[in-house]
């Protein structure tokens, strides 16, 4: 019987960690990014979001990731957001991260705490489209009701755990030290499975 590898978590998220390892051996000059969300309305993009947990890294203008997405945005005409939320999702933060974006406050401002439904709120404001508190309330209730927000698979995404500092010592490894740590990892997983 052969064991089923799945998905692996990384550092950041949930991705394809033999991939992500992977282009990494492409090398320094072969930098990329990931696209966390693209709102779009009628088969049209209208803004980039850069999701972060409020444990992950803070919205730094020089970082070569945000300096890309902004002329990203820019280029194709798009608003660009850095969105921060609560892990429990009480609270959510958005700053403009290009010019264009500056046309899409919040009814707080921008880098004020709003809550989950007037997040839903400003999201489909940036849509084009006006809904109430009362409405995004209810659209969100519906959805959890009708279990939108459930794993398929019995997956189902969570924010960082208590293991921050052992994910944190793995993130210094080399990518040829993750690969083999992987190997070994698949190794063991195989021996134990049988």
Known sequence: MVAMIHVRRERTGFRDLAWSLHTRLYGWDAPH???DRVLYTRESPVAIVEDRNEHGMLYDKGKSNIKVLSRLGQRFALPTFFHRYASDFRWHTIAPMNQIAKMFPPDRGFNEKLTDTENCVWEYRVRGQTITEVEASRIMAHQRDNSADKPIHDMLLLP??????????????????????????????AETAT
């Open 33 to 35: 990014l990931d696209i």
């Open 160 to 189: 960082r755990d208590s293991c921050f500092a052992r994910k944190q010592a793995l993130a210094r490894l080399t990518a040829a030290e993750r690969i083999a740590l992987y190997a070994d990892l698949k190794e063991v997983m």
